[in-house]
């Protein structure tokens, strides 16, 4: 660990936080896609299917649940499902491999902040930082989910970390390295930009505390900044061309300051009271958040180990930087909380110097040194088994379940090149589709500004499926729990939708968990 700056003492402490972190993400890492995360998570995975069965090409990411395709849409940088496709050609298809790159990622990150925590506040903190991220629910359950999200924190952790080792020591390769992955960090999801805000602080801190913050200081770093900031904004164009120009016209993500207005955010109340819910239940849990609250209310570490070169509100300012985003996007953050993950690295970190903070009272006292000992492990206790474990539970809940099965059961059903169409636990689920092992439609339709997590009245739900028939969709598999966002059943609310497949269709599979009906050629108007 020398090479990473690490005494050896230091070495083994952080070696045991990496193995505990890995432990904790590993576990149940052979769980198909049917947690909480199951519709982004099948979405991805569809991309790395597609990268693996049909174009390599890392700037066209295809889904499968919009027809035959082609299905282009405007996402992030395929990172994580790119890499998923590489594996698949060396090992063969297992969505595992889509967890445990993520994994490698995530295991990765808690390193990285480790590295960045003590250059900024010293090694104790670091190592209380590291732990936290190790074990805190939402990074956790985040980190082990087929998700691009992972490799976004990782990466923009990682060029932090290199950022300020370079504005302390001056080396341009670390310069260098610093600006091409972070880089690489934003386009994997774009909330990795908050990590500028404490970057750009640390520059004039830094700079200005060791006496060289000049032009010529500035206009070293100012090349990177802007070629940095051209590769993102044109990536990004580039996404939103191709979500624009490209059936079914599709680009991640809503709900923005800009497209729903600041009136709508306001009525709203900036979506806080979902957002306290996410983060108190499975994000961060009480404890940590308790933790990290001890924290804002003192100061930042100042021991000499901390002196000059450092940038001590780094975190804080990470954390304003993430709120930053959150203000402009919290309906999109709110409704997809992956997005959440930009907040883990800060509040690992406050919640780190928190656990310093209230660990170490009376350690000067006699016995002080064991009591401290007895109150770290009272609070990690509390942390793990108050908030790491349930929320962990919680997450990782199988409530696409069904929907894997009835994904299964297409595929045992169907030929290669047939059409399904499906309705899973969560309207809108893509799941079924990617367990089917072929292409097709979820059912209502997605893609474009349509919002395909409602269910469709009778009278729009049989033309649309007609209209899917008429596309030569073959199957048809509804799960009995398929609910949309009102709760509303689909075979109850759309029973005639029911009736007409009865008539219409053959009913292949009819048993505790879904229906399958085999459509048969369309029929004409008059048979509606």
Do not use: C
Not at 27 to 52: G, I, K, Y
């Amino acid at each position: 660990m020398s090479g990473f700056g690490l005494r050896p003492s230091n070495g083994v402490v952080l070696g045991a936080i990496l193995v505990l972190a890995a432990l904790f993400r590993l576990h149940d890492v052979q769980q198909p896609l049917v947690d909480a995360f199951s519709w982004r998570e099948a979405s991805t995975a569809m991309m790395a299917d597609n990268f693996f069965l049909r174009s390599w090409n890392i700037f066209f990411p295809e889904v499968s649940w919009t027809g035959p395709g082609p299905a282009y849409q405007g996402r992030e940088l395929q990172v994580i499902s790119y890499i998923t496709a590489m594996l698949y050609a060396v090992f063969g298809w297992d969505e595992m491999f889509g967890r445990l790159v993520a994994i490698a990622f995530g295991v990765w990150g808690v390193f990285a902040l480790d590295r960045l925590i003590e250059r900024i506040w010293g090694a104790a903190h670091a190592h209380a930082g590291a732990f936290l991220l190790a074990i805190m629910p939402g990074a956790v359950m985040i980190d082990r989910s087929f998700l691009p999200d992972p490799a976004m924190l990782s990466l923009v952790t990682t060029g932090a970390w290199l950022y300020v080792a370079y504005l302390q020591n001056d080396r341009i390769p670390l310069l260098l390295a610093a600006g091409l992955i972070t880089t690489i960090g934003v386009l994997a999801k774009l909330p990795g930009i908050a990590a500028v805000v404490p970057m750009t602080y640390a520059t004039f801190l830094i700079l200005q505390r060791r006496g060289k913050l000049s032009l010529r200081r500035i206009l070293q770093i100012l090349p990177v900044s802007l070629i940095a900031g051209a590769l993102i904004l044109v990536y990004y164009r580039w996404a939103h061309y191709l979500g624009t120009n490209y059936p079914p016209y599709h680009i991640a993500g809503s709900g923005y300051l800009w497209s729903d207005g600041v009136a709508k955010f306001v009525s709203e109340g900036f979506y806080i009271p979902a957002t306290w819910k996410i983060a108190s239940n499975w994000l961060f849990t009480l404890p940590v958040m308790m933790l990290a609250g001890v924290a804002l209310l003192a100061a930042p570490p100042t021991t000499p180990e901390t002196a000059p070169g450092r940038a001590a509100w780094f975190f804080h300012v990470w954390l304003a930087g993430a709120a930053l985003v959150y203000f402009f996007a919290a309906r999109e953050i709110k409704t997809n909380p992956w997005n959440f993950h930009i907040f883990n690295v800060p509040m690992a970190a406050l919640a780190g110097r928190g656990l310093i903070l209230l660990s170490s009272i009376g350690g000067e006292r006699p016995g002080g040194i064991r009591s401290r000992a007895l109150r770290l492990a009272a609070i990690t206790a509390v942390v793990i088994v108050g908030g790491s474990i349930p929320g962990l539970t919680l997450m990782k809940t199988p409530y696409a379940d069904s929907g894997h099965k009835l994904g299964e059961r297409l595929s045992e059903l169907s030929q290669p090149g047939e059409l399904v169409v499906t309705a899973t636990p969560t309207i809108g689920d893509p799941v079924a589709i990617y367990y089917s092992r072929r292409r097709g439609w979820v059912f209502p339709p997605g893609g474009g500004e349509n919002d395909w997590s409602m269910l469709l009245a009778d009278e729009d739900a049989i033309p649309t499926l007609e209209a899917l028939r008429a596309q030569n969709a073959t199957w048809f598999g509804i799960t009995k729990n398929a609910r949309d966002m009102q709760r509303r059943k689909l075979i109850e609310y759309n029973k005639a939708l029911i009736a007409h497949l009865d008539r219409t269709a053959e009913r292949v599979v009819d048993d505790d968990t879904m229906l399958i009906y085999r459509l048969a050629p369309r029929i004409d108007a008059a048979s509606n």
